[in-house]
């Protein structure tokens, strides 16, 4: 894995920081620390970091905002850390854009695999994805088919960049609705079926289709299957 970055540290406990601090740096990371949201932003305008580790609970501010703020100029995937583990706490938070979080207190092992897991998986989501005549454009969430701005919805455009991601391999309805939603899906929600048909509407005339899996899910993949 690239080390050569950094990554950012937000947090307002100095034995917090210091536990996260020792770890990473044994793993061989490059680090840089804030106690405050305004050191966050004055370390960010200088250099964008691999990942940021944020706690939401910040002197000078709710990590809420600024990562709603962040969001705005910046994909950087960003771990969530939290002492309020409520289901409604960790949804605004994964909807404002956080990528993954982990209430405290917490095992420092599994912090590790945590953090080790969104440097992964954003080693491969460059800023811009393309397949063909398609284009997604992350930051700004939209997407083109031949440069003609599909027009999704944040639900449709945060479905179809799963697809993106996994083209030809079939991605099971709950796993999309974890991704998507944010939680566990409820018996007999259709939010994803809906989804799914809206985004294969939109993607007439691109060669490429979503494709039911029976027992397994939906499938992105090039043309479309005959029954």
Request: glycine fraction near 8%.
């Given at each position: 894995?690239?080390?050569?970055?950094?990554?950012?540290?937000?947090?307002?406990?100095?034995?917090?920081?210091?536990?996260?601090?020792?770890?990473?740096e044994r793993r061989g990371y490059n680090?840089?620390?804030?106690?405050s949201l305004g050191e966050a932003r004055?370390?960010?305008?200088?250099?964008?970091?691999?990942?940021?580790?944020?706690?939401?609970?910040?002197?000078?501010?709710?990590?809420?905002?600024?990562?709603?703020?962040?969001?705005?100029?910046?994909?950087?995937?960003?771990?969530?850390?939290?002492?309020?583990?409520?289901?409604?706490?960790?949804?605004?938070?994964?909807?404002?854009?956080?990528?993954?979080?982990?209430?405290?207190?917490?095992?420092?092992?599994?912090?590790?695999?945590?953090?080790?897991?969104?440097?992964?998986?954003?080693?491969?989501?460059?800023?811009?994805?393309?397949?063909?005549?398609?284009?997604?454009?992350?930051?700004?969430?939209?997407?083109?088919?031949?440069?003609?701005?599909?027009?999704?919805?944040?639900?449709?455009?945060?479905?179809?960049?799963?697809?993106?991601?996994?083209?030809?391999?079939?991605l099971s309805v709950e796993f999309l609705?974890?991704?998507?939603?944010?939680?566990?899906?409820?018996?007999?929600?259709?939010?994803?079926?809906?989804?799914?048909?809206?985004?294969?509407?939109?993607?007439?005339?691109?060669?490429?289709?979503?494709?039911?899996?029976?027992?397994?899910?939906?499938?992105?993949?090039?043309?479309?299957?005959?029954?």
């Amino acid at each position: 894995m690239n080390k050569q970055g950094y990554l950012l540290l937000v947090e307002d406990d100095r034995k917090v920081q210091a536990n996260n601090k020792k770890l990473l740096e044994r793993r061989g990371y490059n680090l840089k620390h804030a106690f405050s949201l305004g050191e966050a932003r004055a370390i960010i305008s200088d250099e964008t970091p691999q990942a940021i580790i944020l706690d939401l609970q910040l002197p000078d501010g709710n990590g809420i905002n600024f990562l709603h703020e962040l969001r705005k100029t910046s994909n950087v995937p960003v771990l969530i850390l939290t002492a309020i583990g409520t289901n409604k706490d960790i949804l605004k938070g994964l909807k404002a854009g956080g990528d993954d979080y982990l209430s405290k207190p917490y095992d420092l092992e599994v912090f590790l695999t945590r953090v080790e897991a969104l440097l992964r998986r954003s080693a491969i989501i460059p800023n811009t994805l393309r397949i063909g005549p398609l284009r997604l454009e992350i930051a700004s969430g939209k997407a083109y088919l031949n440069d003609e701005d599909m027009v999704l919805t944040q639900k449709e455009f945060a479905l179809f960049q799963q697809f993106v991601q996994y083209p030809g391999k079939a991605l099971s309805v709950e796993f999309l609705y974890e991704k998507v939603w944010g939680q566990n899906i409820v018996e007999e929600d259709s939010s994803v079926k809906n989804a799914v048909y809206r985004l294969r509407k939109k993607l007439s005339g691109s060669g490429y289709t979503i494709n039911s899996e029976r027992g397994e899910g939906y499938c992105f993949e090039k043309g479309m299957k005959l029954y």
